[in-house]
């Protein structure tokens, strides 16, 4: 990457949020118990599904892979967001830039594609019970969540080459907690429209196709729950979506505000208010809703922590 006077560009410095480091503090201890938190949720939902005979399910074996791209977006982003804080900005290469980013893309894909994989396995168990065990095998399992993880770090790949092949103009300052491409987009000399143009036509196979599919199938899904006699049926066939609906919403949600909605008007606070949403807050709120939600998840982990106490005793 060059700049206008032709000097090769390799650092960038990340200013983090200067607007309020009078309170860098209490971002630091706010932020990290997040990081802790987080880890450790989705750490406790991959031991759970590993360890527990009556989570080896396909939706449970999906569950530990959203939660193993969750630990590695939060980690790729929050460690070097709280050395940022506490540093008052921080210097980075223009590889570990570029690295950061592709991980985070990376991530951001294969949690997309892993949610429309989620939703598959619901309406096979909502819409085909009959044929669910035998289409739904370990092997067809696997597969799923090998593509998924393989076009996630593809699609990211190929938004690292796009960044790479645009020159930069005369400025390195990023105004933002991590590299992400809206404030690298600032640092283009090319033509913005093409830039926006290009970014948008590749993120609809990772964001509009996928969360199309996800539409479709909840509407089928609705439509059979809707079908089913009793009322007890329905509120059982419901709550077995209803975690993964409400992850959904609230994944799907901040990607398309923050990518798919012109950004023209909004000032660099709302922007990283928006960054925080899918890189602190989603990620930590994917266990949460996934253990207070889920009946089996929480005796799982009840039968887990019986086990420990007894041993203990013993």
């Known amino acids: 990457m060059l700049l206008g006077n032709q000097t090769t560009v390799t650092e960038f410095l990340l200013l983090g949020f200067p607007a309020i480091l009078h309170f860098k503090g209490l971002l630091f201890f706010v932020f990290l118990l997040l990081y802790i938190f987080t880890v450790a949720g989705n750490v406790l939902i991959i031991l759970l599904v590993s360890t527990s005979h009556q989570l080896r399910t396909p939706m449970y074996f999906f569950l530990s892979h959203l939660s193993l791209s969750d630990i590695l977006l939060t980690t790729d982003i929050v460690p070097n967001m709280l050395y940022i804080i506490m540093a008052e900005g921080a210097v980075i290469s223009l590889v570990g830039c570029i690295t950061q980013y592709f991980l985070f893309a990376a991530s951001v894909g294969a949690e997309c594609f892993l949610l429309t994989v989620m939703s598959y396995d619901r309406y096979m168990a909502i819409c085909n019970p009959l044929r669910y065990s035998a289409i739904m095998d370990f092997k067809l399992c696997c597969q799923m969540v090998f593509w998924s993880w393989f076009l996630g770090f593809v699609a990211s790949l190929n938004m690292v080459i796009l ?130 939600r889920n009946k089996e998840i929480r005796a799982a982990l009840l039968k887990c922590i019986n086990i420990r106490i007894q041993t203990y005793f013993q």
């Open 163 to 292: 960044v790479c092949s645009f020159q930069l103009c005369n400025l390195n300052d990023i105004d933002h907690f991590f590299c992400d491409i809206t404030p690298l987009l600032e640092h283009f000399c090319s033509d913005k429209l093409i830039v926006d143009t290009v970014l948008f036509v590749l993120g609809i196979p990772v964001i509009i196709f996928p969360f199309t599919f996800i539409i479709v199938t909840y509407i089928c899904i609705s439509l059979t729950i809707l079908r089913i006699p009793s009322t007890t049926g329905r509120q059982k066939a419901f709550s077995t979506c209803s975690s993964h609906l409400a992850v959904v919403c609230t994944y799907y949600g901040t990607l398309i505000a923050k990518y798919l909605v012109p950004s023209k008007g909004q000032s660099l606070n709302v922007k990283k208010i928006t960054s925080l949403l899918y890189t602190v807050a989603t990620p930590l709120f994917n266990p949460i809703i996934y253990t207070l």
